[in-house]
């Protein structure tokens, strides 16, 4: 058990500092003088030498991706160009927005996929499978802005339900946050719940052709009892997978549907940084990006491991 | 026998049919793409514009047309550009796991999981915001997001096929890695990649339309799904079939696809197809 930890938070440890490599290559080294692409064509020669010395750009990039990540260890991630407050700052306030957004997505599409494609597996064949198959055809190939777009025709402009963009802020009072949430999040949810539900459904059915169930059902258990005490515990571990994966999906997808709503998430900071050539804002929270899908990964690995003895044996 | 299933037909019926409207669009579109009409802006669905005319009074069938086109273009260069990186790399990790030195593949799958630990619409993100929106890095930044895709799928199903009789037939006549991996592996595999294939091209489809609906992907004035969408957004409350035909295209294009995938798998895999026959086990494995 401790072998297989220490194997994980190694690989860990090295994926996530080759991927800031990545992205320092990316962002600093690549464009030649960020501090020319930075200012654009307005900047004098003055100027942008102050903004280089103010950066730290005056010294050798192994300095400077150093400098970076210790920064960051220690919770410093720079100072944004163009709206002067640490970075720092302006993830939190975005993140308050953009994290329970994801949760929001991710619950509703667990909530949604799971029975479906639980009750389609158990009647496989019926009407109510067909059916729910055929959304989950018609999810996947639906594009979430677009969706959006729709849900925002229907319940905002001809329902008047939902106002359809926007949003007030947490001191607002939380249920009128969770409602301006609400829109986005189903527009988040729908396509990963088509997938999810898919997963489930062929989960469960490869679970139920296994021979420990018709042990069970030998046992003198009924198809439902057999599913339920030992089947769904085995039929997890994919969804477990596909669930970690979407989180990074959710995120992504995050920030296109921040745009399609207004919400002041990362997403919408990363583009305005990119419009506005903030690189320092741009780097930080793909690196965090990048961070918290790693993570994820690594929470998953020690849920299979917590789900399945067998891969604890460090030899998967 | 082979017999096409319905998803076949389906989604078959519907890929050719977009597909030959994005071949006609280079010859011919009901209307000149680039052409405004002031005078004829929004006017809605109808004899003269099948699909109504947007705040430029441009056709939107013949913006839908080429935009469709367009939108096969890249997703089918993009996943040419991921399958002929990534299968080779596959074939290239498995061929070594199999012969030894498990030093390359392990390099190999690690970089694989690196590309997969940046969401491939940040990663499309980070590339133009370097190196500017345009239709050519949306198409390398969907394609780097497909090459570890590939490279597994190829991997996994190479290293099932290695351990086979007829591949140590093969070395035993004296051929070497490279040449079993191409000669006696990949036509072994490729189905899986075909299969593959189109479900990467109606996720590129997804992406691309993702990508110019933020501004990222093909620039004006070249006609793009996405980017019509966005800009129907702010229109959508007088003037809604500026979204729901661009939209609906995405969608069927999509869906086409996507069924289409399923009936080849279901034509290819001569494990479902035997059980279908005998009827134990229908199309389940979606």
Not at chain 1, 270 to 286: A, E, N, P, T
Not at chain 2, 125 to 146: H, K, Y
Request: one cysteine or more; hydrophobic letters at 55%.
């Amino acid at each position: 058990m401790i072998s297989f930890l220490l194997k994980k938070i190694t690989s860990l440890i090295i994926t996530l500092l080759v991927s800031t490599g990545v992205i320092f290559i990316l962002i600093e080294v690549v464009p030649g003088d960020p501090v020319a692409f930075m200012m654009g064509l307005s900047g004098s020669t003055d100027a942008a030498d102050a903004l280089r010395l103010e950066l730290g750009l005056n010294v050798g990039p192994w300095d400077r991706y150093f400098d970076w990540v210790s920064g960051m260890v220690n919770g410093n991630f720079g100072i944004s160009y163009t709206y002067r407050v640490p970075v720092v700052e302006l993830i939190r306030e975005r993140a308050l927005v953009s994290v329970p957004l994801t949760i929001y997505a991710l619950l509703l599409s667990t909530v949604i996929a799971i029975p479906a494609g639980l009750i389609s597996a158990t009647r496989r064949g019926s009407l109510v499978d067909t059916s729910f198959m055929g959304f989950a055809q018609l999810g996947v190939a639906i594009p979430n802005f677009w969706f959006a777009i729709l849900l925002v025709l229907f319940f905002s402009t001809t329902l008047k339900l939902f106002s359809a963009s926007g949003f007030p802020g947490w001191d607002a009072g939380f249920f009128i946050c969770l409602k301006a949430l609400t829109l986005p999040a189903i527009s988040l949810a729908l396509p990963q719940a088509a997938i999810l539900s898919r997963v489930m459904r062929s989960s469960v059915l490869d679970v139920m052709n296994e021979d420990y169930i018709r042990t069970a059902r030998a046992k003198g258990l009924s198809k439902k009892q057999a599913l339920f005490r030992h089947g769904l515990r085995n039929a997890m571990i994919p969804v477990l997978t596909i669930l970690g994966l979407q989180f990074s999906f959710l995120l992504a997808g995050g920030i296109i549907i921040e745009s399609v709503f207004s919400l002041p998430g990362l997403g919408r900071l990363v583009f305005q940084s990119i419009i506005q050539r903030d690189l320092i804002v741009v780097k930080s929270i793909v690196t965090l990006l990048v961070f918290s899908v790693v993570t994820i990964t690594f929470i998953v690995d020690l849920l299979y491991a917590a789900v399945d003895p067998r891969l604890r044996e460090g030899n998967s | 026998m082979k017999h096409f299933s319905i998803s076949f037909i389906v989604g078959g019926g519907l890929s050719v049919l977009f597909l030959m409207g994005a071949l006609l669009s280079f010859f011919w579109t009901p209307y000149d793409v680039e052409l405004l009409n002031i005078k004829g802006k929004f006017a809605s669905p109808g004899l003269e514009h099948l699909m109504g005319t947007d705040h430029f009074g441009r056709d939107i069938l013949s913006m839908v047309m080429v935009g469709t086109r367009n939108a096969i273009a890249v997703s089918l260069i993009a996943v040419g550009i991921g399958a002929t990186i990534g299968v080779p790399l596959g074939l290239w990790a498995a061929a070594t796991c199999m012969n030894g030195s498990r030093l390359i593949d392990e390099l190999l799958m690690r970089g694989n999981d690196l590309i997969f630990a940046f969401p491939s619409l940040l990663l499309a993100i980070l590339i133009t915001a370097v190196f500017g929106p345009s239709i050519i890095n949306a198409i390398i930044a969907i394609g780097i997001f497909n090459i570890p895709v590939f490279a597994r799928i190829s991997r996994g199903a190479a290293l099932s096929i290695w351990p086979k009789e007829y591949i140590s037939a093969a070395r035993v006549a004296g051929k070497g890695v490279s040449r079993i991996s191409y000669e006696h592996i990949l036509p072994n595999i490729l189905n899986l990649l075909i299969v593959q294939a189109t479900i990467q091209f109606s996720i590129a489809i997804i992406a691309e339309a993702s990508l110019s609906y933020v501004g990222l992907g093909s620039q004006p004035p070249n006609p793009s799904l996405g980017r019509m969408l966005n800009e129907a957004q702010t229109m959508i409350f007088f003037a809604p079939w500026l979204a729901y035909f661009p939209g609906g295209v995405i969608v069927a294009l999509v869906l086409g696809f996507n069924l289409m995938g399923d009936g080849i798998r279901d034509l290819l895999d001569p494990k479902l197809r035997q059980k279908s026959i005998t009827g134990k086990v229908s199309n389940d494995a979606s």
